[in-house]
T-cell receptor, first 108, second 120 residues
Framework: SSVLTQPPSVSVAPGQTARITCGGN??????VHWYQQKPGQAPVVVVY???DRPSGIPERFSGSHSGDTATLTISRVEAGDEADYYC???????????FGGGTKLTVL | QVTLRESGPALVKSTHTLTLTCTFS??????????VSWIRQPPGKALEWLAR???????YYNTSLKTRLTISKGTSKNQVVLTMTNMDPVDTATYYC???WGIGGSFDFWGQGTMVTVSS
């Protein structure tokens, strides 16, 4: 089944750009979804199908693909963006979703 | 307005069976493409998908936990039930139910989660 690799942590200063990567074999052929999870809360999808944003999610959140890596980019980072971020794809061989290990975004 | 809410015991003894209920509103599990999944998260750890039931009542399980899990529709048409047998302290986690509309799609709505502690 798919294995998704994320960096454990990313740190960025307010106003700067944060990039969180998600690596996986053949991830370029799959739709990637990204979730934000703040302490004590359920995850919330911030990007779905690689680069689409649900209503209510700021345009500062964007997703992209390149080769075996998907990237969540958060522009003009704010203190409120500090959270854990998870990528997720659908493994059609095993017919179930797979999550990455999560990345803790720290706003300095 | 779509909502999901998990309910069940906060404490379970080792070797016992856990039964969780997801009560949802704002959508029908009979709608084509609709699915409800269970996902768990041990304290400080990553999300782990457990099981899914879809609009045709097909059921799918995490391969590594398949022998211990059963997902089903509840007695009420807006409920999904998960049972996990032979609970162990490593199963201590927050358990979430979440909706997917369309295979391959994202989990677009989540419950708030329910924390389950397994005592040895």
């Amino acid at each position: 089944s798919s294995v998704l690799t994320q960096p454990p942590s990313v740190s960025v200063a307010p106003g700067q750009t944060a990039r969180i990567t998600c690596g996986g074999n053949n991830i370029g052929s799959k739709s990637v979804h990204w979730y934000q999870q703040k302490p004590g809360q359920a995850p919330v999808v911030v990007v779905y199908d690689d680069s689409d944003r649900p209503s209510g999610i700021p345009e500062r959140f964007s997703g992209s693909h390149s080769g075996d890596t998907a990237t969540l980019t958060i522009s003009r980072v704010e203190a409120g963006d500090e959270a854990d971020y998870y990528c997720q794809v659908w493994d059609f061989i095993s017919d179930h979703p797979v999550f990455g290990g999560g990345t803790k975004l720290t706003v300095l | 307005q779509v909502t999901l809410r998990e309910s069940g015991p906060a404490l379970v003894k080792s070797t016992h069976t856990l039964t969780l209920t997801c009560t949802f509103s704002g959508f029908s599990l009979s709608a084509t493409g609709m699915c409800v999944s269970w996902i768990r998260q041990p304290p400080g750890k990553a999300l782990e998908w457990l099981a899914r039931i879809d609009w045709e009542d097909d059921k799918y399980y995490n391969t590594s936990l398949k022998t211990r899990l059963t997902i089903s529709k509840g007695t009420s048409k807006n409920q999904v039930v998960l049972t996990m047998t032979n609970m162990d302290p490593v199963d201590t986690a927050t358990y979430y139910c979440a909706r997917i509309w369309g295979i391959g799609g994202s989990f677009d709505f989540w419950g708030q989660g329910t924390m389950v502690t397994v005592s040895s």
